[in-house]
């Protein structure tokens, strides 16, 4: 359909409205605030604001994240994706904690304090020297080891054309079907309270 | 009265001499049904008064039809999911009490008054819209589900979970009515950003997680919508009231609920919620980045698991739901022997672009085991895959996008079971 005209609904947004509510950080650092911190800072200000849940070297506790550790283990039977060992971007580390953490008490860390955590990540994933100062200037001395380990999704070369077409509709398996896994073994299944019987 | 007598069994031959001797003669009761012969209270007195309810819940005889959730699944239960009673429910579209919810700081309470919609970056005039705005910009109506990336993904080590429930069921499928996000872009206008083939939207919630993901401006500017209602009512508070983004087709993660604010970029943020998660780790360790389509799937709804056959041999309506977020599903297949044999079902109606399609298979059970499988195919023509093509391709650690073909085994007793087969 051709371009709608405008209806003039709504208000030109404010720079301070857009500051307040625009904090994405982009890999190539374009959103990042000036500040700095480093992993020394950053191990008090963990202790005190990240540590109950996610330990104090970063390991994380019970079922809560582990920001680190795994590293080399993305093509073992049961990876560990950390902050170290998985993820791609350092920025998504600043714009995500900035923004949603710590927990339950969201957007409440200032700048400085941001960078002095990710430093401290970063240590505990044996990035960075503990003297390290990380800021908006150094963001990107750090190599993330696994900048390269992600590929656009494939599945229309992969999958698609291997799995299109009409589909078998008799004797479609060699030999007898057997089950080979039963749900019933695991017994994870939550018991249904209020369930009416059958 | 001689006379009824005689017209009476007359008919009763009549139909005995025309039925085909294959065809099954309805129970004969042994003693009368005091259900019929004795009056109820309820055909005595009084029900309830239209006063009594004014916004009503299902009868309490429905009480087994609810969401549940698995707690070992999450760390708590403010950043997590629970599932849809897909076991229970028929047609297509999903009651939104009984809807699936994937919240990552819970769900909040925001006042449509307190509501606002920011439209900022390569817009010629970066804008903000109050919920009332958004009313006067005209609106569309679609039928769309939403999938969550993660649904069946606890199965993809094995047969984990026992119930089409906790299998399939972070999923909910419903009539929205919103105003395409085109709309808005163009609303704030789009000649500044340039060329809108490499351009991008990055979008976001009002909640404490946010949510943030980037989509590729030629999905936006197609059937994105920014919507307010859902089955006719505003939204529930769980799935993003008063407005949510609808991605037709491509996976739940992207809608974003209590959407605040759309920013028009140059590229992708990478946010957390499309590098850390929603994103597919596959066997040699690389891992797929913006897998948003929901490939076609199906589910055999009952029997199953915590729908099991209580009624004994003879006709039995095997149904279920198909969908895909590459467009229409066109036929599904129905095996009861663990896909070595296939019919071709029947849909309730024809399929509708990324909407969930109900499927029938109107059979004779007779009383022996069946592994019961579905198998859906699209427009594209892409059949559903099994979930050894899928491991062959994907290995064991995708957690996401897991469309396998799911197997019940339906014992002679009616009872049913999540198994893999080989």
Known sequence: ?198 | MSNDTSRRSFLTKGLAAGAAATVATAAKAATPDPLITEVQPWAQSFGDGVDATPYGLPTAHEGDVIRRNVEWLTADTVSSINFTPIHALDGTITPQGCAFERHHSGAIDLKKEDYRLMINGLVDNPLVFSYADLERFPRQNHVYFCECAANTGMEWAGAQLNGAQFTHGMIHNMEYTGVPLRTLLEEAGLDTAGDLKDKWVFVEGADASSNGRSIPMAKALDDCLIAFKANGEALRKEHGYPVRLVVPGWEGNMWVKWIRRIEVMDGPVESREETSKYTDTLEDGTSRKWTWEMDAKSVVTSPSPQSPITHGKGPLVVSGLAWSGRGAITRVDVSKDGGMTWETARLAKPGEKMALTRFYLDTEWDGSEMMLQSRAMDETGYVQPTKAQLREVRGLNSIYHNNCIQTWLVRANGEAENVEVS
Not at chain 1, 51 to 60: I, N, P, R, S
Not at chain 1, 141 to 154: H, T, W
């Open chain 1, 1 to 198: 359909p051709a371009m709608a005209g405008k209806l003039g609904l709504g208000r030109t947004a404010l720079p301070e409205e857009i500051a307040a509510w625009d904090g994405d950080i982009s890999p190539d650092g374009t959103g990042l605030p000036v500040g700095s911190g480093d992993a020394m800072d950053g191990e008090e200000i963990f202790a005190d604001q990240c540590a109950a849940c996610h330990g104090d070297f970063a390991e994380g506790i019970d079922n809560w994240p582990k920001l680190a550790g795994g590293a080399d283990t993305l093509d073992h039977e049961d990876p560990l994706k950390t902050v170290g060992s998985y993820w791609p971007h350092l920025s998504t580390a600043y714009d995500y904690i900035k923004r949603s953490m710590p927990y339950g008490n969201a957007g409440t860390l200032s700048d400085d304090e941001v960078y002095a955590i990710v430093a401290y990540i970063l240590y505990s994933n044996d990035l960075i020297d503990d003297d390290f100062v990380l800021s908006n200037e150094t963001f990107f001395d750090v190599e993330m080891p696994n900048a390269d380990g992600f590929i656009i999704d494939d599945r229309a070369e992969t999958e698609y054309a291997q799995w299109s077409g009409e589909p078998c509709m008799e004797n479609c398996k060699e030999g007898e079907v057997k089950v080979t896994m039963r749900a019933m073994v695991l017994d994870v299944t939550p018991e249904e309270e209020g369930a009416s019987e059958a």
